[in-house]
């Protein structure tokens, strides 16, 4: 990791050669600690140090972004950012830079994480592989520990710190008899992490869903675990939470707005200061994040923007522009499910028949607006038939909408929430519980 003053000199030394326009730059120092295990043995220990850099220079409506991992080419790419906007057409999307604001202080940096060494992680993935080794099964995942320093400056005098660390531990069991098991847990402090028992839930897991049986396709009742819930909303995520796909008509949110879109149970928000997640006070613009209410009681009650969109929508930015050049959907970085009063045990015991799904696998959005999404169940999918979990099932094949299907029969919703964070690359968070739904649309099983 480069040392902050230093880092923060570069820039504005960069910074300072641009003339007769306005520039900034995003700069992520980025140390990822990682181990890999499968069959029961540790095939990659690795330590990756980099700091990317995202400049952008404005020349009135003409717009060019560069990028490198080099910071002895950072002034050359300000150069060549600025030759190229001179080559491009105007953007008439392009609001200017912010203004300098300040932020609240985030505190999303653990010790014990960043000081957590390769040994230790070595450490972690073998209480994996003994958990699994005595039940003679086989053991496969990751350890991981990812420190993030996320800098934006510019010309205009914004100058945003803040430092991140995420621990991620992700175990999946199997066993010859087509067992397979799935747990994982993230957090900011690896201390947070119990590793024998995540693994020992994975085994568990892997034990009981042994010799799966077919299901017919069909609507079904399903208790979705964390997992499966996080995976959900990502999906929901690439289906229109921000602002430029809203202003376009592609959002699920479009012409929505108001309106009743799920179960009242549900409350949606994007929260980057809340303190169960990896928390990000600033967007990659420079400007405050701010806690938006996406669905409040089940009505759509409002869009995440970064300037582009909020001078389109002629609102103001709610802080969440996403890295230049990057995809929409990095807007929705700490997406949260309000929890309930529920919990998994209850929710089974709630359950005429249904099943239970640990996660989703190979998940796509196929209708943007009406929140379709197709998938795969995986790594423990089970049978729920008269309140009691009765079998272990073959993976599933399912198509549904996420509002209009899934959390529109929401019935509960669980009192606990889980941190999940998907790209180490960004300081961000997804935090939900486990759900119960009356309906989910299940349309085949595997073969295996």
């Not at 959002?251 to 928390?279: K, Q, Y």
């Amino acid at each position: 990791m480069v040392e902050r003053e230093r880092m923060e000199k570069a820039l504005a030394k960069a910074l300072a050669t641009v003339r007769g326009a306005e520039a900034d730059i995003v700069a992520v120092d980025t140390e990822i600690r990682l181990a890999r295990f499968s069959n029961n043995e540790i095939h990659q220990n690795s330590v990756l140090s980099d700091t990317d850099f995202t400049v952008r220079v404005a020349r009135g409506q003409k717009v060019g972004i560069v990028k490198t991992n080099r910071a002895s080419e950072l002034k050359d790419a300000v150069g060549k950012a600025y030759d190229l906007a001179g080559m491009l057409p105007d953007s008439p999307m392009f609001a200017g830079l912010p203004e300098p604001a300040e932020y609240r202080k985030a505190d999303a940096f653990c010790r014990h994480t960043g000081d957590f060494s390769p040994y230790q992680i070595a450490d972690a993935a073998h209480e994996a592989i003994r958990s699994a080794e005595e039940a003679k099964v086989t053991a496969g995942g990751t350890v991981r520990t990812s420190i993030l320093g996320t800098y934006v400056m510019s010309s205009r005098g914004v100058k945003a710190y803040n430092l991140t660390s995420t621990a991620q531990y992700k175990v999946v069991a199997m066993s010859d008899a087509g067992g397979t098991g799935l747990s994982d847990k993230a957090a900011v402090s690896v201390k947070d992490i119990d590793f024998k028992a995540v693994a020992a839930v994975a085994v568990d897991k892997c034990l009981k869903s042994a010799d799966p049986m077919p299901m017919e396709a069909g609507e079904y009742e399903a208790v979705l675990e964390p997992n499966a819930v996080s995976t959900m909303l990502n999906v929901l995520a690439m289906c229109g939470i921000d602002g430029m796909m809203y202003h376009e008509g592609n959002s699920f949110a479009t012409g929505r707005m108001g309106r009743l879109v799920t179960n009242p149970l549900i409350s949606i928000t994007d929260d980057g200061l809340a303190p169960d997640t990896v928390r990000m006070p600033f967007d990659y613009e420079g400007v405050p994040r701010e806690r938006v209410e996406i669905i409040k009681s089940g009505v759509m009650a409002g869009m995440l923007f970064d300037s582009s969109s909020a001078k389109l929508e002629k609102t103001r930015s709610t802080g969440h522009a996403k890295m230049p050049g990057a995809r929409f959907s990095d807007q929705a970085m700490h997406l949260r499910l309000a929890p309930g009063d529920s919990d998994v045990e209850s929710m089974i015991r709630a359950t005429k028949k249904g099943i239970l799904i640990t996660r989703f696998h190979y998940v796509n959005p196929i209708h943007r607006v009406k929140t379709m999404f197709t998938g795969m169940t995986k790594d423990g999918t089970f049978l729920i038939e008269d309140g009691r979990v009765t079998k272990p099932l073959r993976n599933l094949r399912f198509t549904d909408s996420i509002l209009d299907g899934v959390l529109k029969n929401v019935e509960l919703i669980g009192c606990k929430t889980e941190l999940f964070s998907t790209d180490v690359s960004l300081p961000e968070g997804y935090v939900v519980p486990a759900i119960k739904t009356a309906k989910f649309n299940f349309t085949g099983s595997t073969d295996h």
